[in-house]
């Protein structure tokens, strides 16, 4: 029996199972790994105290896996997903696991967005990963004696090094630390502009991801937006002059290192959803960048926009399967057309949304919520919903799953627009 698939947060040989990159959190959702023989396992939901009280389970958001073998052994792995009843479900978790119920679709999904990686910065497709009645059945080829699997593009520790590393020397970019994350590690982010052309003759775009830890393709956005912005191309260099970007790739550092799990009010792993602390700043990250922010628009810097990227599930039903954007209907016409403008410009010249969709749906913000928070203090705050599976791709017409190269093109056309948009006239 193979003894050295381990749960990849807390790598330990004793450890027989693969699960959640969860660490040791309150509301871990596990997957144990029952061995069939012939290097294949079988990964079941187990659920902990809170959801055999609710009756609520996790979705794959957060399916991880560091796998300890041979370089080119071949792995068989079926997932399989929790069949629940969501009358069954606690009123406190009521309208969760309705929500809930409805997430099989994507589950399926998963077959066309399942990852291996021998370094955790280069990703490729399982192209063997099948829907098997109600399971998910994938088989592959190891790349490496210690690999990684994933559903979903993750984005890792050793990329966001790489990243600081790439764009370190830089003349284009300055990392800067805003405070302490709630672990005690740094709350980094990136300035990119040119220097040389003066501040008060630009304009400047806030943008931050991983709010949620477990939502990366944000992350993957941003990244590639700094590296673009950082370059020598035409349009960069345009860019720079015309243009500040603020950017902070990941707000919950501690969740995000960790693996947070996903459960029902969709908290980091000490219970604090960091998209409701926008009113009380009660986390340092968070009061961190209301500082920032705030000290920025003192000195006079004229913000066209703050955008937030969340991950969605990537639903065929669901704006989100593309990008969406969440437009704030509550902030009157002319801020609702300001921002309706935006969406029209990124579906007309981003990849990631299909130009025959609408590409927004509308809510109202609440003020504890960023774009609330946004809207109130700056004005122009916008909430993207970024795939977490499958992105459109407009040269063949559909939608495709998730890739390094899609977010890389995504980051850059965006960048790209918000320029546009910030000199419209």
């Not at 504890?368 to 705050?381: D, L, N, T, V, W």
Request: glycine share 6%; with cysteine.
């Amino acid at each position: 029996m193979r003894q050295d698939i381990c749960l990849a947060a807390n790598f330990d040989e004793k450890v027989k199972y693969m699960a959640y990159i969860t660490g040791q959190t309150t509301h871990g959702c596990c997957l144990p790994a029952k061995y069939l023989g012939n290097n294949s396992f079988v990964c079941e939901p187990d659920i902990d105290e809170l959801h055999k009280i609710h009756k609520i389970y996790n979705d794959y958001h957060a399916w991880y896996a560091k796998i300890v073998g041979r370089k080119g052994e071949k792995i068989q792995i079926r997932l399989k997903w929790p069949v629940f009843d969501p009358d069954a479900v606690s009123d406190e978790y009521k309208n969760w696991a309705y929500y809930s119920v409805d997430w099989p679709p994507f589950f399926h999904a998963l077959k066309d967005a399942m990852y291996i990686s021998g370094d955790e910065i280069h990703w490729e497709r399982i192209l063997d990963a099948k829907e098997d009645g109600t399971d998910i059945l994938m088989e592959f080829e190891l790349p490496e004696d210690i690999s990684y699997v994933s559903a979903l593009l993750r984005y890792t520790d050793t990329n966001f090094k790489n990243l600081k590393k790439t764009v370190s020397d830089s003349k284009y970019v300055q990392k800067i630390v805003l405070g302490e994350a709630m672990d005690g590690s740094e709350l980094e982010s990136f300035v990119v502009t040119d220097f040389d052309v003066p501040s008060s003759e630009k304009k400047t775009a806030y943008l931050h991801a991983a709010q949620h830890c477990h939502e990366h393709p944000g992350c993957h956005v941003l990244d590639y937006m700094i590296r673009f912005l950082a370059g020598e191309s035409e349009a960069a260099q345009k860019i720079r002059k015309r243009m500040i970007f603020r950017i902070t790739p990941i707000v919950d550092k501690m969740g995000w290192r960790i693996g947070s799990e996903i459960n029902p009010e969709r908290l980091n792993s000490n219970d604090f959803n960091y998209n409701r602390d926008w009113v009380d700043f009660k986390l340092p990250e968070t009061k961190a960048i209301d500082a920032y922010l705030t000290s920025l628009k003192e000195r006079g810097e004229q913000f066209v926009l703050l955008a937030d990227l969340h991950g969605g599930t990537g639903d065929e039903s669901d704006y989100t399967s593309g990008a969406g954007l969440t437009v704030d209907n509550t902030c009157g016409d002319e801020f609702r057309k300001y921002m309706e403008r935006l969406v029209d410009l990124i579906r007309e010249n981003c990849d990631y949304i299909n130009p025959d969709e609408e590409g927004y749906g509308y809510g109202g913000s609440i003020p504890q919520m960023f774009s609330g928070y946004a809207k109130k203090k700056f004005g122009p705050g916008v909430t993207f919903e970024i795939s977490m599976s499958k992105i459109w791709d407009r040269e063949i017409g559909h939608r495709i799953p998730n890739s390094q190269f899609a977010f890389k093109r995504f980051g850059e056309q965006l960048a790209c627009v918000i320029d546009k948009f910030a000199y419209e006239k």
